[in-house]
Nanobody, 130 residues
Framework: EVQLVESGGGLVQAGGSLRLSCAASGFTFDDYAIGWFRQAPGKEREGVSCISSSDGSTYYADSVKGRFTISSDNAKNTVYLQMNSLKPEDTAVYYC???????????????????????WGQGTQVTVSS
């Protein structure tokens, strides 16, 4: 059974940082694509970032480019999302999602990320105060 468990969310002031973790089990972690999505109240789910083991590709939404960094630790079966210079508009529930490996370009484009990931976590709340 595939399981994705997010952690690291919390309350932070604007300009602060958080690091989210997505711990994965139940699938081959050296052959994966992991995406981070977020959903704020009353808004559609937004694809934030992606990392793929197939070609090492990454993706960032324009809204987070230059502030967020996605990385992976295959030894720990964990993908991280380092979030710096947080803004109140980053407030949302953040979800990680996983799929068997394809390049991030399969899941995300300039129009955003598509609902093509097979497995999803339960989410972690990020709240940024002004």
């Amino acid at each position: 059974e595939v399981q994705l468990v997010e952690s690291g969310g919390g309350l932070v002031q604007a300009g602060g940082s958080l690091r989210l973790s997505c711990a994965a089990s139940g699938f081959t972690f050296d052959d994966y694509a992991i995406g981070w999505f977020r959903q704020a109240p009353g808004k559609e789910r937004e694809g934030v970032s992606c990392i793929s083991s197939s070609d090492g590709s990454t993706y960032y939404a324009d809204s987070v480019k230059g502030r967020f960094t996605i990385s992976s630790d295959n030894a720990k079966n964990t993908v991280y999302l380092q979030m710096n210079s947080l803004k109140p508009e980053d407030t949302a529930v953040y979800y990680c999602a996983a799929d068997e490996s394809a390049p991030c370009g399969y899941y995300c484009s300039g129009y955003g990320c598509y609902d093509l990931f097979e497995w999803w976590g339960q989410g972690t709340q990020v709240t940024v105060s002004s």
